[in-house]
């Protein structure tokens, strides 16, 4: 189920990817609003794209780091398809709301939380044991 969750970031990083070219065709035609807005809109969509892609690369290598950004990337879609199908545009809305969908349950998968968790801490410590990476001290007098 991660790689579903990373397959599926992956995909969401290429749909963001379709969009910004697409805006760069249209202010390159000279349809959008303003060309420099059009501009500046397709560059914040691509350094988007790049850091999806980031979260993607991580959740394939299976590093903590990126669960939560994973997580709040999949949130952050499903409610982008909400928005899109509320404004009827069921072609990119439907698509959009499955591959959210998807991504959740690749997340919230139990194998997948498990393989994402940060290693906890040891609660009890054994007191009599030497601490670990602690700075082993001379004894005064001791032969050099």
């Known amino acids: 189920m991660l790689r579903v969750a990373a397959v599926v970031q992956a995909l969401e990083a290429a749909g963001l990817f379709a969009a910004a070219i697409a805006q760069v065709a249209e202010a ?36 903590p780091w990126s669960r939560t950004p994973a997580f709040m990337t999949q949130l952050g879609c499903g409610l982008l398809a909400i928005i899109l199908l509320q404004a009827h545009r069921a072609d990119w809305g439907l698509p959009t709301l499955v ?10 998968h139990p194998a997948s939380l498990k393989a994402l968790a940060r290693p906890r801490p040891d609660p009890d410590p054994d007191p009599a044991a030497p601490a670990r990476n602690a700075p082993v001290r001379k004894k005064k007098g001791a032969a050099r």
């Open 28 to 63: 390159a035609s000279g349809h959008s609003y303003r060309t420099s807005s059009g501009v500046g809109l397709a560059v914040m969509e691509l350094i988007t794209v790049a850091l999806i892609a980031w979260i993607a690369s991580g959740i394939a290598r299976i590093r």
């Open 99 to 108: 591959l959210a969908v998807a991504g959740l349950a690749g997340l919230l």
